[in-house]
């Protein structure tokens, strides 16, 4: 008697739970909250949860509150494709935000595909992503290619570029990025003198250093993020090398600025994100993200809160929580975000927002040109 | 030539920082028979407590190491008498799980507290570039070199020379007989682990001021700090230190002539190669314990 009692009594609270999860809609996150793009994985959250704190505060989507479930995928394909595999699994998520690193969504793109949960990216920037065919996968972000594209003409024509050492980090990202830019600036008449890779992490380039010196290069590309990026810039400047350094990743943030010191004057970036971009949405996200993070927002901070609110407007148009009708509701998407408008094409990808060169001067990202991603 | 030399020199450079990283993890192993999964991590701590000290409490960087050595030390104690005294004497297996454990929460526990951004620990000598003929250094970096060379010196001396080092090397030669002469084996397992745990932390102090100390950076480290003593030899102090220099220069090397991309493979081909031609080490004493 007791245990049926008992067996009552966890049904009851098994289904109360149930009912009360039918309240929110779930939208499982994963980002990188360790290893050695943890900050910029937090910059991520911190958007992401803006956008959804913004939305709640204005009756939520279809009448319900957002709830966003945040899993840990390291940057890692192994640990992003089990987040997924649990939020899709035990949380029952609608859509999936992430998972930042290129090496890490590539991997969780099939999960999406066989489970027909949409994937919006804000972050991952390896062109060839979009061109797999996964009608799930949606890019919010430029690609490596179309950030080449763009910027490789200015970095040609004004900086005086010719002879330049490529330098990325050692995955998908640090290499399409390099992969990307050489392809451009050698049709556009640069010789590439030096192209080296290293790992996430990585605490000392003085070895990148000593072979950038020997080199002759009058110019750096450099694909890196936040912590990997400012301990480069900064040991350069130690070790005496003041050749022009221009980069891709997140450049153009406080943090940035703050970890490099000095060393960071004068960089060039370009970056789909800076929050001296001048638009009213902009000031406004600004105003907001400061105020809950008591940090300026940077381009994953942007990332975060432009994929939520992408998802989000979907369900919304959707007018149901279905994957599948979210999935086509994403392809009709006509988003204003902080750094302009995002539309999707056939393939996902995203296309109609601006992306800045950024000059790093006195402590602030100077915009020097500025973009937009066509279709 | 040039290239070589400056390579050398950023090889010998980044060895002795090796060295003083991986000294802490052999100084227990080797004294104390218990494999320290959680080093990294109190290398990390740290670090993270000489940012508190410099950056944030604004005191002098030498009254900051000082107190690292001690907070550090006084936390290896407590660690080794609440934790580690309880699985003593049970093999490998528990010590390898319980700082399995300890370097978990000591992670996240930190992520907690300090969250993930990097942090600088503020140091007094300058990072602008010195020219000593073709080579390039900092003097912060020769700095730090020199407190490596000094805390390393120090470590060796307290072993060798003192009346602590002698109970220690007594107690792990043969506790029973170090306990009838009169030893307090307890009070000299919590020395030596402090002694490990403040040279993790004061090598992640002063690292810290030439790159960044971060709460997720100890993995990182312990891999690095086990190349080291597995191919220096695990518990010897020379080895550490001739395993460290190795390590740095080849690294150095490789990255200079080859890739730069692969330069974390290396260290763990180094240990393959060392596991299949001189299991024990470099500087092993495997013989001696037989």
């Not at chain 1, 995002?342 to 001067?361: C, P, R, S």
Request: with cysteine.
């Amino acid at each position: 008697m007791k245990s049926i009692i008992s067996t009552g009594f966890v049904l009851a609270t098994l289904l109360s739970g149930g009912a009360w999860a039918q309240e929110t809609i779930k939208i499982g996150v994963i980002q990188p909250l360790s290893g050695s793009v943890a900050y910029n994985g937090s910059a991520d959250v911190a958007g992401t949860k803006l956008a959804i704190e913004e939305r709640n505060a204005n009756g939520g989507v279809l009448g319900k509150k957002v709830e966003a479930i945040i899993e840990d995928g390291g940057c890692k394909p192994a640990d992003s494709v089990n987040a997924a595999e649990k939020l899709i699994q035990r949380d029952k998520v609608v859509a999936l935000s992430g998972a930042f690193c290129s090496s890490a969504t590539i991997a969780v793109m099939p999960v999406a595909e066989t489970n027909k949960i949409p994937l919006v990216t804000g972050v991952s920037s390896k062109s060839d992503m979009t061109e797999k065919g996964n009608k799930w996968f949606f890019r919010a972000t430029e690609t490596d290619g179309l950030l080449a594209q763009s910027f490789a003409k200015i970095l040609a024509e004004q900086l005086k570029l010719k002879k330049i050492a490529y330098i990325g980090v050692n995955d998908d990202f640090g290499r399409g990025g390099v992969e990307e830019f050489e392809k451009r600036m050698t049709a556009l008449g640069a010789t590439t003198v030096m192209k080296e890779y290293f790992d996430h992490g990585t605490t000392d380039f003085y070895t990148l250093l000593t072979k950038l010196r020997s080199s002759g290069a009058d110019g750096v590309f450099v694909a890196a993020e936040t912590q990997d990026g400012s301990i480069f810039v900064k040991q350069k400047a130690e070790f005496g090398l003041n050749q022009k350094v221009f980069g891709v990743g997140s450049w153009a943030t406080a943090d940035f600025m703050r970890l490099a010191g000095p060393a960071a004057e004068g960089i060039y970036a370009a970056v789909p994100y800076a929050y001296t971009m001048q638009t009213p949405k902009n000031q406004d996200f600004v105003t907001k993200y400061e105020s809950a993070n008591k940090e300026k927002p940077g381009k994953y901070g942007a990332a975060g809160y432009n994929a939520l609110n992408i998802i989000m407007d979907a369900i919304q148009r959707a007018g149901s929580t279905d994957p599948e009708k979210i999935r086509d509701a994403l392809t009709k998407t006509d988003y204003e975000g902080p750094n302009g408008k995002f539309k999707f094409d056939a393939k996902g990808q995203a296309h109609g927002f601006n992306i800045v060169l950024v000059q790093l001067t006195n402590g602030v990202p100077k915009v020097v040109a500025t973009t937009s991603i066509g279709e | 030539m040039d290239l070589f030399l400056q390579l050398l020199a950023n090889g010998l450079i980044n060895g002795t920082f090796y060295a003083l990283s991986a000294l802490g993890l052999t100084l227990v192993f080797g004294l104390m028979r218990v494999v320290n999964f959680a080093h990294g991590e109190l290398y990390m701590v740290g670090g993270l407590i000489g940012w508190a000290l410099t950056a944030q409490a604004g005191l002098n960087f030498f009254t900051s190491l000082a107190l690292v050595i001690i907070i550090m030390g006084l936390a290896g104690y407590l660690i080794d008498r609440l934790l580690i005294a309880r699985i003593r004497n049970q093999g490998e297996e528990p010590g390898i799980l319980l700082t399995i454990g300890l370097s978990i929460f000591l992670v996240n526990t930190t992520l907690l507290v300090v969250g993930t951004a990097p942090q600088k620990v503020l140091q007094p000598f300058s990072n602008r570039p010195l020219f000593l003929g073709p080579v390039v250094v900092t003097q912060s970096r020769l700095f730090v070199v020199l407190m490596c060379a000094i805390l390393i010196t120090a470590a060796h001396l307290l072993i060798q020379r003192t009346k602590l080092g002698r109970s220690m090397r007594a107690t792990f030669q043969d506790s029973m007989a170090a306990s009838l002469v009169g030893i307090r084996s307890k009070q000299v397992y919590a020395m030596t682990f402090a002694l490990g745990a403040a040279l993790a932390g004061v090598a992640g102090m002063l690292l810290g001021s030439i790159y960044v100390a971060q709460a997720t950076i100890g993995g990182l480290v312990s891999l690095k700090a086990f190349v080291v003593v597995i191919v220096g030899g695990m518990g010897s102090f020379a080895g550490a230190i001739v395993g460290g220099l190795i390590l740095g220069i080849v690294e150095a090397l490789w990255g200079g002539y080859i890739a730069t991309g692969y330069v974390d493979a290396i260290g763990f081909a180094l240990v393959i190669v060392m596991l299949v031609f001189r299991p024990y080490g470099l500087f092993s004493r495997q013989v001696e314990r037989a």
